[in-house]
């Protein structure tokens, strides 16, 4: 028997890395500014360690857009694998060429590229893919706010998030 109702506890699980992090500031402020010493000294690194913790976990947060769409995502030793209803399959990460957001699917799908192969659409809201974030940022060149900013853009259009090779040069000089 649970207390707590299920909404509830699906909303604190949604938080609970900004709830880590704001508890390991609080903390960390509790023992700089009421003890002294070594501790105080403590106190105030556990407190940026909380900082910086709570800018990762905020944007994991910006990451998830909930659940109940349609499909698995599940991301094994480099391999991305997607189980939809109507398509599916799997993207190797070391062989993955670009990472796109198609707005124009209704959700947003991610779509991912590799040699070979078809490209792999996976909604953003399907069931695993908050572990996409993970994966994605260990992509290198990646700027993880652009893909956030994108992510939460409206409208209908397709944006290239990531490249290994870019086709364009990243900055376009005007004078």
Not at 14 to 38: K, P, Q
Not at 78 to 85: A, D, S
Not at 132 to 142: A, E, I, K, N, Y
Request: net charge positive; glycine share 10%; proline share 5%.
């Amino acid at each position: 028997m649970s207390f707590i109702r299920p909404e509830a506890r699906a909303a604190l699980w949604r938080w609970r890395e900004l709830i880590f992090a704001a508890a390991l500031v609080a903390l960390g402020l509790w023992w700089a500014v009421g003890s002294f010493g070594v501790l105080r000294w403590i106190g105030w690194a556990i407190v940026c360690l909380g900082v910086l913790f709570s800018v990762v976990a905020g944007q994991r947060f910006r990451f998830r857009l909930g659940a109940g769409g349609p499909g698995l995502v599940s991301v094994k030793e480099g391999q991305i694998t997607y189980f939809g209803p109507l398509s599916g399959g799997a993207i190797a990460l070391s062989e993955m060429n670009s990472l796109q957001l198609d707005h124009t699917a209704k959700p947003s799908h991610w779509v991912l590229e590799q040699s070979g192969q078809p490209p792999l659409a996976i909604p953003v809201n399907a069931q695993g893919a908050d572990a996409l974030f993970d994966v994605f940022s260990t992509l290198s060149g990646l700027k993880t706010e652009r893909m956030l900013t994108e992510l939460h853009s409206s409208g209908d259009h397709h944006v290239v998030i990531w490249e290994r090779n870019p086709s364009r040069a990243a900055h376009h000089r005007l004078h």
